[in-house]
């Protein structure tokens, strides 16, 4: 393999990495093609072929007459605007100046590993959300703070236990089914009233309403495969959610 063919690999498997932390955070897939080709384009592809659904990128590029093909499992993914973004202008910046290949690694590696998040503020939206939502569907001021704690366990589970199972369908199953307990056990002690608007406002935090959206964009966008993958795992979870909240129900009422 010459040092032509190894660019080539490089250059190839830089974009996809790319490509992959895009879609992982929320991209829509018709803007990862698009992303994959131009920094393809840019450092002198001929032709760049890219394929991509929510659990997969498949690109085969062709450079000074030599074709390569690499695939990338997508296994997880969530929505994280913030990172998006900078990805996003990352991309831009890259075709734009057009770096030499081991810098372009660089900047791509580091962007990738980047963790974007500020824990308080995450958590504040979480309290607030999951609280407002309570008291806007005829809770009380206590019926509003016992969801805002209900968010803060939905906050702890979506950021230090998300990872723990493979399934997000598994993880949706037992977070709704450990805060509707948890929210039973508030109205047990008497700090609510009203457990339904409590288990309303804890819902809102994990109904997939994003993932939704985005599989209707993909729909519209003409990526039919992907927006029916969206649709179908959008439905399930909202599916799993139902379950665990109650099978919190039946089991709260057998136990407490």
Known sequence: MNDTEKESKRLLSSAIDLGSQILECGGDVNHVEKIINKI???????????????????????????????????????????????????????????????????????????????????LTGYILASGSFAVFFGGNFMDGFCAAVCGAVIFFFNKKLNKVWNSQLIFYLICSLFTGFFALLLTKVGLCANVDKVMIGSIMLLIPGIALTNALRDLFAGDTISGILRLLEALIQAGAIACGFALAVFLGGKIL
Do not use: W
């Not at 929505?79 to 202008?89: I, P």
């Not at 075709?95 to 308080?120: G, N, V, Y």
């Open 40 to 122: 393809c384009s840019a450092y002198g592809a001929q032709q760049t072929d890219v394929f991509v659904i929510t659990s997969s990128i498949v690109v085969t590029m062709k450079r000074n007459e030599d074709s390569f093909t690499q695939t990338r499992r997508i296994n997880h993914y969530n929505t994280d605007f913030r990172k998006l973004d900078e990805l996003v202008d990352l991309s831009t910046n890259l075709c734009k100046t057009k770096p030499e290949l081991s810098r372009l690694e660089t900047e791509i590696k580091e962007a990738c590993e980047k963790t974007i998040q500020h824990p308080i503020l995450d």
